[in-house]
């Protein structure tokens, strides 16, 4: 065993169950399991490219996919290869090594078909044999990402990507990015275009948390009443604490995937958290499929190399629910929370490693401040002199003073 497992996981006994019982419980809350079992993508070493401040090194992802491999988990979700600076690609690299091509994905963002296409090929290149393709349905992630919300242009975009995807070879996931929030039937249309065009699955996407079980329950079986042969599986946030209850219901419902991160590390209140949803399947399903043992040390893991506290994302008054890092989130927080930050008497933060650019620096500068710097090389400049170092991230306040200081010795160059 490897050095980075600090500790043997714990061994169940040999039925698997720590003395579970299902025949003790009184019959009201007795469970029925899905006659279909759900299989799990973990998305932590994805999810961690839209999570301001988290940065997960290639020798991060080796040891957290590792452990991911060790519980069982069925796909192992890694980077983002439409990243325009590449910034995922060592990521993707070190990950596909570990658990090979069979359990890693990684997803493309469907913007154009010359980037679709292009990204694609950058992820065969790599050795990926499975892709996940985003692609926003809603009508204001459309148009916020698209430009338009119009039905034919998003089935068009979504039909060709999928098509170029399956003649590469992959095995084609397509999601509707704010599935949520998509009209239910504009959404089954897109399932069913989808699975015309070659997909595999489908992956709803509660982008902004917005559903109850329910309401989960009726999105996840009108979606898969309208493309029978194409498997669905829930994807959520959990700004509301409902994330775990929705990928139950999403599974009672028919969906066969479900979307977790460890510890439910994420932005915008995090996502479904993995140990939870696995702990819930053996306690209420019976499901011994999974090595639980390994679930803690797993935690450990990705709290560190994360630098982020578990519970510090988790619902509306967490210390980091409402930090951005994406310019367009910042400038459109409404088009990203389930909750105003005002309204819990919360407050919106920049919170930044690696992924700073220069859009965002003009996005919460005030006006005037930087009017005389390059932005460009000041970002490239704190990148190289002030992130490597360690894990620490930068807020609001840190960027200020450095664009301060960086403005004052280049206003003293300019005048010497």
Known sequence: MSADHDSQPCKPSQNGQFGRSGTDLPDHVKCTAPDRLPRISDTTLRDSAHMPGVDFRPEDGVVIARLLRDVGIDAVEVGIVSAADGSDLGLCRAV??????RHAMTLVLARSRAQTRTDL????????RAVMLSVPTSAEHAT????????KRIMSLAADAIRTAKDLGFHVTFSAED???TEIAFLQEYAAHGLA??????????TVSILTPDSTRRMVSQVAAAAPDLEVEIHSHNMLGLAVANAIAAAEAGASWISATVGGLGERGGNTPLAEVLACMWRFWSDDRYKLGYLTELSRQVAARSGTSFGATSG???????SYEIAGQWQNPGAFEAVPAELVGNKRGIRVRSRLRPALMRAFLPPGVADDVDLD??????????LPAGRQSLNEADLMSLISSYAAKHSVEQGA
């Open 179 to 181: 599935g949520a929030r």
């Open 197 to 206: 065009a070659g997909a595999d699955r489908i992956r709803l996407a509660e």
């Open 316 to 322: 509306p008054t967490a210390e980091l629910s409402y």
């Open 96 to 101: 596909l090594d570990e658990v090979g091509a």
């Open 377 to 386: 090389l000041f970002t490239e400049d704190v990148r190289d002199r002030f």
């Open 121 to 128: 090929q950058l992820a065969r290149e790599l050795g990926f």
């Open 144 to 151: 916020l990402k698209l430009g338009t919300a119009s039905h």
